[in-house]
């Protein structure tokens, strides 16, 4: 029996895979690597004050009720004294100053706030809080407030550490820095992250360099967001980008209302601010006070009383947390008719979304949540400075920090995206000027000593 001699065929050679064609946008991540190392370097002590500051206000919140427990809660009573009780037992106790604001108890077993401008030894932005017992008319104490909603001396002292280092106009560029460059790092971050998420995969298990990276870009895509958002809020109330942001708001006509305090021209001139300054003038409080109630403005409310004698009351909600309260309305205080009416719901879009953006910012859109939130963004901002700073020394072996990003990446962008992006870079420094000036800068000494090492013949390029 004959068998048929085997045969034996090989496998025609494979064709390599073709490499997959670069994305048009690919040039660009040399600049932004080079942009991000950069920034983060010299950017991310500014980002260290900032967040550790940052995370003790959040906390501030909860601290104040505990250590002002005593100031801010009392027993429940059968029922409240007339606002105007309150505000003489408050006047008898702190005759010094002028009545500027009265914040009635705004739920049960909370005090009545009195605020007294002009008074010695307070700053000029601050006033004196009398806290009243709104059932027995008591004085349970008296705190040095500050802003709208409230702070007392441990978040004031906080928030002014976060806002300018206790340096005043001054200390408020360090801030305002910060935030410029906040955003221009998260989204560097993004840029780098996406454009190399398949290697990051890989580095679980690994050590070293490696694994600081995973841990510096999966923390830094998943706090991205929250860090674009708080550069972009905290922007709208600093000195130089703050200012820019509200002549375009006021140009789009999207600027932030407010109610007409002027009385009406029959009665202007009676019942005007008196020399004791108590803010018993006209009808008196209490009147003013139900028709507020009257207009449907709900707890918590705050009463501003005249300003002169041809002024009204102001009356206006002061709840920051969601849903938002914050309608107003002008009373006459010698008929107590409202004389005008501003609601929340009638805000321009802009200016809703300034007013939700900052709320969230600082903490009181939602309450705990909120500063939870707040919280652990600030904690991550922390690791990934520390990770930043640690891959850098990883980079040098552990033995000193790594050698910098090399120049050159610019050359590599095409004119069709390089021209644009210059451009925006150019717009947006323009409209935030603690972004646009340090990066010229940046850019100017790096032209000079990438100039001075070509003529050494020790330029290096970025690869």
Request: with cysteine.
């Amino acid at each position: 029996m004959s068998t048929a001699p085997s045969t034996t065929t090989a496998e025609a050679p494979q064709e390599p895979a073709p490499a997959p064609s670069p994305s048009r946008w690919a040039p660009l991540r040399p600049l932004v690597l080079r942009l991000h190392f950069y920034a983060g370097v010299f950017v991310a002590p500014f980002l260290l004050v900032a967040a550790t500051t940052g995370f003790l206000y959040a906390g501030a919140f909860q601290a104040e009720r505990i250590v002002y427990a005593h100031e801010l809660t009392v027993s429940v009573g059968d029922r409240e004294l007339p606002i105007s009780q309150q505000v003489t037992a408050a006047r008898k106790a702190h005759p010094e100053g002028t009545v500027s604001a009265v914040r009635p108890s705004p739920e049960a077993g909370a005090t009545t706030r009195v605020m007294l401008s002009g008074v010695k030894g307070i700053a000029a932005d601050h006033t004196l809080a009398v806290f009243v017992d709104p059932y027995t008319g008591k004085v349970r104490g008296a705190l040095e407030q500050y802003g709208s909603t409230g702070a007392l001396p441990l978040r004031t002292w906080i928030d002014e550490l976060h806002r300018d280092l206790q340096l005043g106009e001054t200390g408020r560029l360090y801030s305002e820095f910060a935030a410029s460059w906040l955003w221009v790092i998260s989204g560097g971050g993004l840029v780098l992250w996406f454009s190399r998420r398949r290697a990051l995969r890989k580095v679980r298990g690994t050590s070293g360099r490696r694994r600081t990276l995973g841990l510096h870009g999966t923390v830094g895509v998943w706090t991205a967001v929250g860090f674009i958002f708080l550069s972009a809020t905290g922007l709208t109330w600093s000195t130089y980008a703050g200012a820019n942001i509200d002549e375009l708001r006021t140009s789009l006509g999207q600027s932030t209302p407010s109610v007409s305090a002027a009385a009406s021209g029959e009665h202007a001139g009676h019942g005007g601010a008196t020399a004791t300054g108590n803010a018993q003038h006209g009808v008196g409080l209490d009147k003013i006070l139900a028709a507020a109630r009257a207009e449907g403005l709900g707890n918590p409310v705050e009463i501003v009383p005249p300003a002169d004698a041809n002024s009204a009351y102001v009356v206006r909600q002061v709840q920051r947390s969601w849903p938002e309260k914050q309608d107003a309305v002008a009373v006459d205080p010698a008929t107590g008719k409202v004389t005008d009416e501003l609601r929340f719901a009638g805000y321009p879009l802009l200016a809703k979304l300034t007013r939700w953006g900052i709320d969230l910012h600082t903490g009181v859109l939602f309450g705990l949540v909120n500063q939870i939130a707040l919280m652990l963004l600030a904690g991550s901002l922390i690791l990934l400075i520390v990770w930043g700073y640690r891959m850098w020394w990883q980079r040098g072996r552990g033995s000193s920090f790594g050698r910098p990003i090399p120049r050159g990446a610019w050359a590599q962008v095409p004119p069709l995206l390089l021209v644009p992006c210059l451009a925006v870079i150019a717009v947006l420094g323009y409209f935030v000027p603690l972004l646009g000036i340090p990066l010229a800068a940046f850019i100017a000494v790096d032209v000079v000593l990438g100039e001075v090492a070509h003529r050494r013949g020790q330029r290096t390029y970025a690869k």
